[in-house]
């Protein structure tokens, strides 16, 4: 069974431009979540999507924002991006009851 | 809300000696009880989980851990390190489906020769 995969590995941006990172939950899982993991500042809950909606999203800025598509995949889009959102990216997918399975990861530096 | 407390920011023990890694969480019912462990620069592997029942839960690589509840605590342990087990190691608790998943703030563990 593949994992959850998470594209690309790594990217480099220019500080004010926009961010688009991608996440394939297991198959069979409709829950993806989408976390920050900045260094220092340990792990916070982004985004999570459920059967195409989104049902919960942490403390953090309108321009972070995402979709989940009909194959339960998943996109987090980071517009006008700043020199803190360097960091890395996790996303993980779930059946139920915060069964998680992560990705490996976006690393997204900010330059 | 709940939340998620991890003593110990760094622990170095030696190759074969015994491990454990301190967890307490602040939630009113029975919260879902997880220990995650990342390897520099990978996403997060599940080592065990709690969700009821034997308060003593083994895992993944020889880790156990052990819900009290009288103490808000799931410690995590293994007998004998291995220098494998150098990594950053995450406590996290849940609640209901999809809601309010914390996470710790994590353990850095170093492993000696």
């Known amino acids: 069974e593949a994992g959850v995969t998470q594209s690309p590995t790594h990217l480099i941006k220019t500080r004010g431009q926009q961010a688009t990172l991608r996440c394939s939950p297991i198959?069979?899982?409709?829950?993806v979540y989408w976390y920050q993991q900045a260094l220092g500042l340990g792990l916070q809950f982004l985004l999570w999507y459920d059967e195409g909606e989104e049902r919960n999203r942490g403390n953090f800025p309108p321009r972070f924002s995402g979709r989940q598509f009909p194959n339960y995949s998943s996109e987090l889009n980071v517009n006008a991006l700043e020199l803190e959102d360097s960091a890395l990216y996790l996303c993980?997918?779930?059946?139920?009851?915060?069964?998680?399975?992560f990705g490996s990861g976006t690393r997204l530096t900010v330059v | 809300a709940q939340s998620v407390t991890q003593p110990d920011i760094h622990i170095t023990v030696s190759e074969g000696a015994s491990l454990e890694l301190r967890c307490n969480y602040s939630?009113?019912?029975?919260?879902?009880l997880f220990w995650y462990v990342q390897s520099p620069g990978q996403g997060l592997q599940l080592l065990l989980k709690y969700f009821s029942g034997d308060t003593l839960v083994q895992g993944i690589k020889g880790f156990e851990a052990e819900f009290k509840r009288s103490q808000s605590s799931f410690n995590l342990r293994k007998p004998s390190v291995h220098w494998s087990d150098a990594a950053e190691y995450f406590c996290a608790v849940g609640t209901t489906y999809g809601q309010n998943f914390v996470f710790g703030p994590g353990t850095r563990l170093s492993v000696l020769p």
């Open positions: 198959s069979g899982h409709t829950s």
């Open positions: 993980a997918s779930s059946l139920s009851q915060g069964l998680y399975t």
């Open positions: 939630y009113g019912a029975t919260p879902y």
